[in-house]
Structure formats: structure tokens, C-alpha cells
């Protein structure tokens, strides 16, 4: 399914410019105007007709409008004979991509059905989700009987599990049921509680979150072992068993240097920059919400002795309740924020004991899940990741890392990784609320492979090689440390050394001593690699139409120098249109890096701008740590 999806994507994308539609931009490095698409058109000779034609096309490509498209008549002349030959290979694709859909449908509809006879209500809820996310019409499947009653067993299941303590396996079916309703955010609010609840386990107890991990993923192994109906259909020998890691991160590290301070300031940014209206009142209660799971979270008793005592957990629960009571009906001011988020920082003091930094993150957090999933904060212990992504470099010794099971096959996972930032993030088990802390670890089958050196770097020129596995740091074992951890080890300030130890194949282990340097990312992409020389991007879409493909994967520091040198390479060969990609891009210093040119045509709506991309707002000093610690991230 995925590689269907994929194709279409980038089809669906890619033939409305082939056609001739093309977004043609300026920018400040532009010595003139670029032309519009129909001057363009004009200008080779095409002519009006040719124009007309390309951008009914275009319409009804975007619309989804595909028998009309096919009952176009577009002419046999001279100038439209490339625009008849582009539909025609457009609908063939589509009308193959239409079949093979079909075809996955009806497997995982009649899957379900399957499962759901046998009463495997969780294992028919894979077959609903994969069926719903290619369903001609995704609203008339939720609302077919049998599918209706799925959903109400399942979600009396995911409340059932919650009232057990069976966090996790109640935040995988609260995340299947928001898949399905995402729209009308049915169970947007449970799969949230849950996310949170189970992300303050990783944050505080993250042994705890471990061990119930490891029983979850035991009982699913037992459970298909009983289903197995002879020895060959038997799973197969445990081979994904991880040895207990070796080590957490603290949760002191977390929170270490948060203040008041930053925390009004973050909410003072949400109220009045969010792109929406929010009132304070709205935002306390997203914090309150937030707090107020410690309380039904016993797990947390054993990091937070206070919350053991059943008097403190109720005289903290009546301080919630008050503060609650205080944005009712009133019009809340930054002041009055602060001196409820004080009063609770005394309240817990005086019942629970949770540390101050705690109450400050965990408030600041839940306020900003009123807003959007895609608005957060940046505390101090992210800051080094997020300097790091805004400014495109960093101190390290450029290698691409990550846990895999089968490291021979890096070539593969290296083109699966690079989809998959081309298509945005996949649907996951557990959301990107976890994000905080990474359960994965370096195990007996989980190898903390390189995926590939990047060129020019102190891993390339000392001859690390994609497939490598890396056994040691600085001579201390890899095993059981996680990938944030991994990272942090390697990663330095420039100019200091590091030693790997490297296994490749059935050589003996090979220490390498490398010294630190400044890695640049790269934060422009062309449409594919340029064949002749794989370290730099092809930007020319279609060389005979010359339309370029420029992808802006984030807005870093100099991301508006390389976007001016891709596109003064495309005017060397003669660009007429250009394809700007900015899917999934999560942002950046936007106002600071968009040359004028770009500024001017997003704000006349040529090139739609979203309000949520970037860090702006009257935060002073944006290369301030200062800045970073309070100001949130939208």
C-alpha cells in the first residue's frame, strides 16, 4: 500500500508541472520578474490554446476530477500533442493505481471481517485502519454496521484497559480509534490523555514504561504462538529479545534550569502569536488536565514518594480544582497565570512534593495540547537539538546512525528513510507525544549501524563505510544505550576527539579516533541525485519542458543562499517553471531567510504560507539561549 500511496503522491504532484503549470517564482537573486505560466507558454511558441488546455488539466488533476479529465478532447496539433501523450500516461497510472487499490481494499475488508468472526477484535482494527486509509470514501466505510460495531468494542476495550493500568495497551487502541475519527476528533482527547500519561512513564519511571513494554510485546508472542495452528505457521525463535538497558536518562535532565519565567513567556507567545484565538483560561486548563494525571498515574509514587500518601493526592486535587475555578467565567491576564502556576508550585509543595521544575514543565506542556500537535516548547535540554536543526550544523563527525535489526541491508534503508522524509511522518503505535524519550536500545538483534557517512567529513576521509556497526564509544559499549544517547556521545564541540570501535563483517573490531568538525545539513533537495556525482542533487524536473524541483526540508540559517545557487543553476539550464516542495517542512527562522522576492509572493497568496511555520512573535535575540528555552516552537 505504502508503495502505491508513494507513486501517487509523487505523481500526482509531478504531472501538473509536466504539463506545463508551472509556479513561476521570483526571488531576490533574480535579476527580473520571472514570467507567468502563460507568458511561459507563450514565450515557447505554444500559444494560448496550449495554455488553455494545460491549465483545464491542472483543474481538474487538483479537484480529483479524473473521468472528466478523461473525456477531455485535447487535439492532435503540434503544440498540444505533449499535453494529450503527459494525460494519457497520467490516467494509464491511475486507472493501474485504482486496480491495485481495489485489490488492498478488499484484502484487508475481507481480513477484518476475519478477525472480527473470530472475535480478534484488535487484530481486525489493523485490517479497519489499512482499509479506511484507501477507501474510495472513508465516511461511508465508517459508517457500514459491522464496522460501526467494531469501533464500539474496541473502544470499550481502550476504557477498560485504562481502568486497569494497562496504559500502554489502551493508548494503542485509543490511537487505531483516533486514526479512524481523526476528523471528527472522536477519541482525539483519550489517545491524548493516554499519550501523556504514558510519556510522563518515560520521562519519570522510564524502567517502569520498559518492563511494561516487555510485557506487552511477551503476551503478544504467546498470544500468536497459542494461534499458531501447526510447527511451520509457529513464530519463529525470539530473536528481537533486548537485554535490560543499561541505563536511562534522568529525569533531573529533563528539567534542570526550567524558571517561571519561561514558562510565562511561553504561554504569554501561545495566547497572543498562536494562529488561532486562544484564551488563557483555555491554555490553564490544558495544564491543570496535565497535573492532574500524576495524581491517577500510581506508577509515578515510586520516583515521587508524595504522590503514595492519599491525603496529599486529595489536597492537590483541591488545589487543581481551584485553579480551575479561577479562569471560570474571568478574563485571565498573563499575571494571572503566573500566580495560579505559583500557588500550585506552593500546593504541591505543601501536599505531594513534586519539584518545582516539574510543575512548570508538565503545566507548560498540557497548555500547549490545546493549541495543535504541532506547537511545542523548547526547554533547555533540547535546545543543543533544536540549535542544531535551525542553524543546519553542528559539532560531530558526519555519519548517519540508527538501530536496525539487519544491518547488511543498509542501501535499502537508506532509500526507505529518505521516502520517508519525502512523504512525512507514517502512522506509529504510540504518537509523537513519546517523542521525548526513546525507548529503543541497542540489544542482541538491534545493531546501531551506519547508515552512511556523509561526504567530506571526518567518518568519510577515515574510511567509515555504510553497514558498519558501531560496538563502542569512546571505549564504552554500545549495549543497551539508546539513539538519543548515541547521538550526544558522538556529537561535540568541533575540534575535540572521539573514538569508535567498528565491526565490519568478519574483520576484528577497528578503533577509529576521529576529530570533531563542523557538519553541514543540507536543507535544499533537487528531485533526485545527480548522476554524476551522487554527493549533489539533479533540481531539473523535466529537462525537455526545463521545469525545476526545488524541496525546502527546513528554514535554516542559510537556507536562502543555497535556495538562490539551486536556482541560479536551473537558470543556467534554462528553467522555465519551478516545482517548490514544501511538505512536511516543520519550519524555521522563516522571516529572517526568505529573501524579499519570496516574502512579496507569499504574502500576495502566489505561494501559500502557513502562519504555524516558524518562530516568530516579539521573542528578541533569536540566536539567544535565552530565546530557545522560553519561546515556543509552532
Known amino acids: 500500500m505504502k508503495k502505491i500511496l508513494r507513486k501517487k503522491r509523487i505523481y500526482m504532484l509531478a504531472v501538473p508541472m509536466l504539463l506545463g503549470i508551472s509556479v513561476m517564482l521570483q526571488t531576490s537573486g533574480l535579476a527580473q520578474q520571472a514570467p507567468t505560466a502563460a507568458a511561459a507558454a507563450r514565450a515557447g511558441g505554444q500559444g494560448t490554446v496550449v495554455y488553455d488546455y494545460a491549465d483545464q488539466i491542472t483543474r481538474l488533476v487538483q479537484s480529483g476530477k479524473i473521468d472528466e479529465l478523461s473525456h477531455l478532447n485535447i487535439p492532435s496539433s503540434t503544440g498540444t500533442v505533449k499535453l494529450r501523450d503527459w494525460t494519457t500516461q497520467y490516467l494509464s497510472e491511475v486507472q493501474e493505481q485504482e486496480k491495485q487499490r481495489d485489490k488492498q481494499y478488499s484484502e484487508a475488508v ?3 471481517q476475519d478477525q472480527l468472526k473470530q472475535e480478534h477484535y484488535e487484530q ?17 466505510f465508517l459508517e457500514l454496521p459491522w464496522v460501526k460495531d467494531l469501533t464500539a468494542r474496541v473502544s470499550a476495550r481502550a476504557a477498560d484497559l485504562e ?18 475519527y481523526e476528523i471528527n476528533t472522536r477519541f482525539k482527547g483519550d489517545m491524548q490523555r493516554l499519550a501523556r500519561r504514558t510519556r510522563l512513564l518515560a520521562v519519570y519511571t522510564p524502567k517502569t514504561l520498559y518492563d511494561m513494554r516487555k510485557k506487552v510485546l511477551d503476551q503478544e508472542k504467546a498470544a500468536a504462538a497459542a494461534a499458531a495452528t501447526s510447527p511451520a505457521s509457529a513464530p519463529a525463535a525470539d530473536d528481537d529479545q533486548a537485554p535490560d538497558p543499561t541505563s536511562f536518562t534522568r529525569w533531573q535532565d529533563y528539567v534542570q534550569n526550567i524558571t517561571v519565567e519561561m514558562m510565562r513567556r511561553s504561554i504569554e507567545h501561545s495566547k497572543e502569536d498562536w494562529v488561532e484565538n486562544t484564551t488563557y483560561d483555555t491554555l490553564v486548563k490544558g495544564g491543570v488536565d496535565a497535573l492532574r494525571l500524576f495524581l491517577t498515574t500510581p506508577e509515578l509514587a515510586t520516583e515521587f ?83 542544531k536543526n535551525m542553524q543546519g550544523k553542528f559539532g560531530g563527525i558526519g555519519i548517519q546512525i540508527s538501530l536496525e535489526k539487519d544491518p547488511s541491508n543498509v542501501d535499502k534503508i537508506a532509500i526507505q528513510k529518505e521516502i520517508q522524509k519525502l512523504e512525512g511522518p507514517s502512522p506509529v503505535e504510540i504518537p509523537p507525544a513519546l517523542d521525548k524519550s526513546k ?31 558501531v560496538t563502542a564509544i569512546d571505549g564504552k559499549s554500545t549495549e543497551g544505550i539508546s539513539m538519543d544517547q548515541a547521538v550526544s556521545s558522538i556529537m ?15 574483520a576484528p573490531d577497528k578503533d577509529y579516533k576521529l576529530k570533531r568538525d563542523i557538519i553541514k545539513v543540507a536543507s535544499i533537495k533537487g528531485f533526485r541525485r545527480d548522476q554524476n556525482n551522487p554527493s549533489k542533487w539533479d533540481f531539473m524536473l523535466d529537462p525537455d519542458s526545463k521545469v525545476g524541483y526545488i524541496r525546502i526540508t527546513g528554514f535554516q540559517e542559510d537556507t536562502a543562499e543555497e535556495l538562490q545557487d539551486a536556482i541560479a543553476l536551473l537558470k543556467s539550464k534554462g528553467m522555465r517553471g519551478l516545482v517548490v516542495d514544501l511538505r512536511f517542512n516543520p519550519g524555521g527562522r522563516y ?3 526568505v529573501p524579499a522576492g519570496w516574502r512579496n509572493r507569499l504574502h500576495q497568496g502566489q505561494v501559500q504560507r502557513r502562519a504555524v511555520a516558524g ?9 539567544s539561549r535565552q530565546h530557545a528555552h522560553g519561546c515556543a516552537r509552532q
Open 163 to 180: 481502568k486497569q493500568g494497562r496504559w500502554i495497551e489502551s493508548l494503542q487502541r485509543y490511537s487505531d480509534l483516533n486514526t479512524l
Open 591 to 593: 522571516v529572517r531567510h
Open 492 to 506: 561535540g564541540i568541533p575540534g575535540t576527539e572521539v573514538t569508535l570501535r567498528v565491526k565490519r563483517g568478519q
Open 305 to 387: 514518594t508524595g504522590l503514595g500518601n492519599a491525603d496529599a493526592r486529595k489536597k492537590f486535587d483541591a488545589a487543581l480544582d481551584g485553579a480551575l475555578a479561577m479562569g471560570a467565567g474571568h478574563d485571565l491576564t498573563a499575571d494571572d497565570v503566573q500566580k495560579i502556576v505559583t500557588g500550585l508550585i506552593q500546593a504541591s509543595a505543601d501536599s505531594i512534593k513534586l519539584p518545582k521544575e516539574v510543575i512548570l514543565m508538565e503545566f507548560t506542556d498540557g497548555a500547549m495540547e490545546k493549541l495543535d500537535p504541532f506547537t511545542a516548547v523548547i526547554w533547555p535540554h533540547e535546545v543543543p537539538e533544536f540549535e
Open 615 to 623: 518562530m516568530e512573535g516579539p521573542c528578541p535575540d533569536r540566536n
Open 110 to 112: 475481507a481480513k477484518a
Open 439 to 469: 525507548e529503543a536500545k541497542v540489544g542482541s538483534s538491534y545493531k546501531l549501524v551506519v547508515i552512511t557517512p556523509l561526504e567530506d567529513t571526518p567518518a568519510f576521509k577515515a574510511g567509515i563505510k555504510a553497514g558498519d556497526i
Open 124 to 140: 481486525a482494527m489493523e485490517g479497519v485502519v489499512l482499509a479506511y486509509r484507501i477507501a474510495k470514501d472513508p465516511n461511508a
